[in-house]
């Protein structure tokens, strides 16, 4: 029998997940399709210019979290955000620090995209790699987007229980459009970024005055509605483009160099399960992620905790 768990996901759910669990003594591989950790906590370089793409900053409400999050502060991982208002937390290199830095002494399979996953009479998992061929464990644990990991369990014909499988069906999520726009002179967006109250955009933030290191006059990330997203999301990248930036015109305040869009198909779960994870001791699989812990930064760290933990106590008592 193999003893290893495999966490599927390097978001902060799965890197947390994993982290703990390797500090607890077990054998532990993350398998993640992308180049990168961290999942929404990315940080994207566009030619001269790094902008955050996906989440802007943090809170921490939970006292567990907010442990957590100080024990970054004193790495020198994150700061507050400058010039706000707001009890926000951002990555002093960019969201990605903590993800990067949670990383450091896991194994980690970077584009190793799991096509599907099968459950042997053996007691084992079978994880088909796009390219990569096979990987067995004993436990596995999902921390992928709900109907990802649905979809590679049906790829592999696994049946789950059926109050599991008809809560978990229910669980979608929002679309997010990011255009990622680099500008000629500084901007005229507010320096703890912007929420306009009317249009296709919910979020504008220069990357510049949120503190990245940048070698351009401004690095601004504009987040499109929900609904503007989930209309205009097959569009071209020139079709949205056009849309967006007629929209943020005032706040952007100079010419546009260049413009990206980043497409996020799971940007935020429209509802959330009724506890912080999911474990199901007598097939080894569990369920972590926002749509379990709650929503944002905080609520996917502490789903992938509250997984740790479960998955620990059966561990013991094995």
């Known amino acids: 029998m193999n003893n290893t768990i ?20 077990a054998s532990v591989v993350v398998l993640e399709k992308s180049r990168g950790y961290g999942g929404r906590m990315a940080t994207k370089r566009v030619g001269e210019a790094v902008f955050d793409p996906g989440a802007q ?16 502060s004193d790495a020198g991982l994150v700061a507050n955000w400058p010039e706000s208002s707001h009890r926000r937390t951002v990555g002093r290199s960019g969201m990605t620090a903590v993800p990067k830095a949670l990383a450091e002494g896991l194994e980690i399979l970077r584009e190793h ?23 067995r464990a004993e436990r596995l644990l999902l921390t992928c987007p709900v109907p990802q990991a649905l979809a590679l369990l049906k790829a592999g ?15 979608t999520y ?3 459009l990011a255009l990622l726009v680099v500008l000629s002179a500084a901007s005229s967006v507010p320096a703890d970024g912007v929420t306009p109250t009317a249009g296709p955009v919910r979020w504008i933030a220069d990357n ?12 601004v990330t504009i987040h499109a509605t929900v609904d503007f997203s989930a209309k205009h999301y097959g569009k071209s990248e020139a079709e949205i483009t056009a849309l967006l930036l007629p929209a943020v ?18 940007s935020e779960p429209t509802t959330t399960y009724t506890e912080r994870c999911v474990w199901l001791p007598e097939i080894g ?29 059966h561990l013991q008592r094995a």
């Open 57 to 72: 900053f943090f809170t921490a409400r939970d006292q567990e979290f907010a442990a957590l999050a100080a024990t970054w």
């Open 6 to 25: 495999v966490v599927v996901g390097a978001g902060i759910s799965g890197l947390l997940l994993a982290r703990s669990l390797q500090d607890a003594g």
């Open 285 to 313: 699989l569990g369920f972590a992620g926002d749509a379990f812990g709650g929503q944002k930064i905080e609520g996917a760290a502490l789903s992938g905790l509250a997984l740790a933990d479960r998955v620990s106590v």
């Open 113 to 135: 995209k799991v096509a599907a996953v099968k459950r042997h009479a053996c007691g084992c998992w079978e994880l088909e790699i796009e390219d990569h061929g096979i990987v």
């Open 208 to 219: 510049v005055k949120k503190g990245l290191v940048q070698n351009v006059p401004a690095a």
């Open 157 to 171: 014909g696994v049946n789950l229980p059926p109050e599991t499988k008809a809560l978990l069906e229910q669980i």
């Open 249 to 266: 015109e005032h706040w952007l305040g100079a010419s546009v160099v260049s413009a990206t869009l980043h497409r996020w198909k799971f």
């Open 174 to 176: 929002h679309p997010c």
